[in-house]
């Protein structure tokens, strides 16, 4: 009885106590269908923005995107979650609560490409992950690719600014111009006038 409230305010605070006792997650008939819809158009075969890919569960592990049996470690459940220093993605439209726990199943279960492929012992008996910094690279990868954007974009709004800050001043200096030969045109009158 004590275990098993226990384990009820565990899972009430969201706390994956085993994701393997969770129903086991297919890629080709969970996981593809959210990755197809939602991702493969910026990182598919006709477009890899970040050099990343999602389009296949190969694509996934050679792209460094998964930690099989540690969602925690995965920089793909991360952006999709959007943890704290990371781009959350997709930028708009963002995955279901089921959806993300559907792909976070499926990491924490092992990544498998389909239901026959056998689990390594590493990920077979995997703990349940700790918050930690295990495979932290494609994270700061993807944090630096970011900053560098960023950056970039910074720069190309400054020169934007620049450049209109210098149109304005050429504005206000042909405006003065004008003004003063209005202005010039203007006493040429009245003194003409006055000499007639």
Sequence with gaps: MIR????????SLGVNVNA???APVDYARDVQPILALNCVGC???QKAKSGIRVDSPAELANSGTIVRG????????LCLN???GVKQMPPKNRLTADQMTTIKNWIDQGARANAAEKPNAAVA????????AVNAKPVE?????QKDAVEKARERQKDVMEKARERQKDAMEKARERQKDAMEKARERRN?????
């Design 125 to 132: 008996n995997a703990q349940p992950a700790k918050p930690a």
């Design 4 to 11: 098993d409230i226990a384990l009820a305010c565990l899972l």
């Design 43 to 45: 990182h598919g075969p």
């Design 82 to 84: 959007g943890a704290e």
């Design 192 to 196: 003409k006038e006055k000499d007639d």
């Design 20 to 22: 393997r006792s969770a």
């Design 141 to 145: 990868n993807a944090n630096e690719r």
């Design 70 to 77: 540690n969602s925690a470690n995965s920089s793909l459940f």
